[in-house]
């Protein structure tokens, strides 16, 4: 087994992680299924199921395999919280001093502020971790005392934007990289934005944020500890098991121990009773307007977390039980997703067995017209009635056409009509797009007169070869391939009303040449007719296939969990 060793801050102490080759090959090809998993059906789970994809990959992609990858790195303690509730005042506090904006107005925080020592600077102005997020930064602001704040060359290879001089608007999607002295070596703090933000940019980049951390440190305030969006993150927290710290703010003296007394048991009733719990008073400093606390109120807090980055074995824990916990919880979690990956499929096999079912039927139905004789009815039985005499054959040809024309059109009316009825039955079936017929494409009505025009053209160039096969009969000469044609096609649709047809054809023919091309009419016929009705159904089933839903992904996606565990 390969292992890397490293030696973690000024200690003699050697701690050993595991990054095995074969874990990450694993972890690699398990992301890659995740990725691919789709969602595109409107089904009950399908936003949970994706959101719990978005959720993956961004453990995957910005936590899990970067830590595994470079088990040295600094440790993460992403600061997350509901709106109001102090987070850049605290990341102020510790940091000691302003590096992140603070104020009454809300949001505050929209572009989230990372803050690390210089010396660890190169591991995040590069894409290690959040990878998707640009980098950015901006020049130190007036400390709270009046002096200019760190500056560092690192930052230089950075682009530069808002206040400081770079005069440009940041990307929507950005990390502010800040470095400070007063950090230790192998410390990173992130602000994230509110994760109950109105803007839903905020929302999601807040949730992305957390699942990069190694430490969350969870930030409540004691007017809105019991809300529900604090707690969502704690239970989230404890179900992946990651390493959890949780600030309770801005607490007045007077209640201090009625409140923390009151948060302590929530947590011990929510199975997070042994969760490192910190209490920063309420001071004037914690009102807003970018003010830092005393040193004394985060002490605590800081010390904590200088702990974990100084202490090998504190460090390894931390980092090993949140890496463990995101390992552990894909057992779960990957076959929620493959779940929710065969219930897409079994939808759409649904939609697609509505579709089949109806056009199978309407062919079955149109074959049988056609052995009654059904197309020859209504204007072409007239035509037949009084051909040749007043009428040729090629009226009779036209009548006979148009004929086929309306009862393929019936069929695929009545083949849709059945579809819309059992995909209004289903809530896939509401996927945009589905439905939506193009006023531009050309209709069915000119797609099927087209194919029954090519139809007869065949059908024609059939007769024609027929004929130019034949010796001349008698003196009576070659027959007319016109009228080879309007026989054939009126033998081969007129059922019995037709039977006089066949008789002239052979007559005209011979019975052997008769017996021939009505053969050969015949499989033209039922190929013009699938052909017809197979195009019709693929082009009512080709949005569906364009929303690419396959079995494949939930196979995969086992397997890959499969291989993962057996690595693991």
Known sequence: MLQKTIKIGHSSHVVTLDVRPQLLDALSALRERVAAARFPL?????????????????????YLVPRLKAPEAPLLAVIGGSTGAGKSTLVNSLVGRQVSEAGVLRPTTRTPVLVCHPDDHHW????????????????????????????????????????????????ERALRI????????GLALLDAPDVDSLVPHSRCLAAELISAADVWVMVTTASRYADAVPWHLLRTAKEHDATLVTVLDRVPHQVVTEVSRQYGALLTKAGLGDVPRFTVPELPESAGGGGLLPATAVAPLRAWLTHRVQEPAARTAAIARTAHGVLHSLDSRLPELAGAVAAQYAAALRLTSAVDEAYDSEYARVKERLQAGGVLAGDALKRWRSYPLDCGPGELLDAIAESLEALLLCAVTAADERVDEAWRREPAANAPGLNDRDPEVESAEHRIGMAVRRWRRVLEEYADDEVRG???????????????AALLATALMGGHRARAAGEILAERIGAQGAVRLRDRGGRLLTEYLEKVLAAERERRLAPLYALDVHPEPQAELIAALSVLQKER
């Open 124 to 171: 995040f102005a590069g894409m290690r971790v959040l990878p998707d997020l640009t980098r950015v930064w901006m020049p130190p602001k007036k400390s709270a005392q009046g002096g200019e704040g760190d500056s560092d060359d690192d930052n230089d290879d950075l682009p530069a934007y808002g206040d400081g001089g770079g005069g440009g608007e940041e990307p």
């Open 42 to 62: 409107p089904l009950p789970g399908a936003p949970r199921a994706r959101a719990n994809r978005d959720e993956l990959l961004a453990q995957l992609d910005d």
């Open 178 to 185: 800040e470095t400070a002295h007063t950090l230790p070596r």
């Open 470 to 484: 034949l010796e001349e009969i008698d003196r009576n000469g070659l027959p007319d391939p016109e009228v080879v």
